[in-house]
């Protein structure tokens, strides 16, 4: 019966070094996104993936991120070279099918130094 | 482009009185519709969704939410409140041509006792 799984749950990094987040869907999903949640901003959509494709990334940055969901183990939010920016809550979350509704992880902490 | 607005930033309640949280929605058609709940420092759990049907949805932990065409609404309501209650609530929408949430900026509830 497990949730969405998230790891680490907290992060902290430097300036210029790299962040992985990782993600494991609910039993039984294929579809995974990335959600990013900063205090002035609220939640917005990074990325929508399916096994080994992305779907939509309307709402990634153009550089330094990156993500995937391979054919076997978790899907996972790439950051390189972060910056302070980029301190925030990420979360992840599945869904069964488009268009479903979807179930989140507890999230990562990003802390940049 | 689709949007979602919760006009309250803020609200209190007494435990035991009853709760509205408001939400309205701008898009052309009808959208899939959700409320999510979060507390401190956690994931977003999923509360109740609306897709299709009839339009008085009941969700987990006693909520309720009506979805109006007419008034692009889809407010959420609990007729007594409890303490545990106290959390942060999101409104959020998927439309017919895309898999991502767009989400509220979120409801702050505080529950006296």
């Known amino acids: 019966n497990a949730g969405v799984m998230q790891n680490p749950r907290h992060l902290v990094r430097r300036r210029g070094q790299e962040a992985r987040l990782r993600c494991s869907p609910m039993?039984?999903?294929?579809?995974v996104y990335w959600y990013r949640q900063l205090p002035e901003e609220g939640l917005k959509f990074m990325v929508y993936?399916?096994?080994?494709?992305?779907?939509?990334e309307s709402g990634m940055p153009k550089e330094r991120f990156s993500a995937e969901f391979p054919k076997e183990g978790p899907s996972i939010l790439r950051i390189q070279q972060v910056v302070r920016g980029d301190s925030a809550a990420y979360f992840c979350?599945?869904?069964?099918?488009?268009?479903?509704?979807?179930?989140f992880g507890p999230g990562t902490r990003l802390l940049v130094l | 482009a689709q949007s979602v607005t919760q006009p309250d930033i803020h609200i209190t309640v007494s435990e035991g009185a009853s709760l509205e949280l408001r939400c309205n929605y701008s898009?052309?058609?009808?959208?899939?519709l959700f409320w999510y709940v979060q507390s401190p420092g956690q994931g977003l759990q999923l509360l109740l969704k609306?897709?299709?049907?009839?339009?008085l949805v009941q969700g987990i932990k006693g909520f309720e939410a009506e979805f109006k065409r007419s008034q692009s609404s889809f407010n959420l309501r609990k007729p007594s409140v409890h303490w545990s209650d106290a959390a942060e609530y999101f409104c959020?929408?998927?439309?017919?041509?895309?898999?991502?949430?767009?989400f509220g900026t979120g409801t702050r509830l505080q529950v006296t006792l």
């Open positions: 898009y052309g058609a009808t959208p899939y």
């Open positions: 979350a599945s869904s069964q099918g488009e268009r479903a509704a979807q179930y």
């Open positions: 039993k039984g999903h294929s579809h």
């Open positions: 959020a929408l998927i439309t017919g041509t895309a898999s991502k949430l767009t």
């Open positions: 993936l399916q096994k080994e494709n992305i779907i939509d």
């Open positions: 609306y897709f299709s049907g009839d339009t």
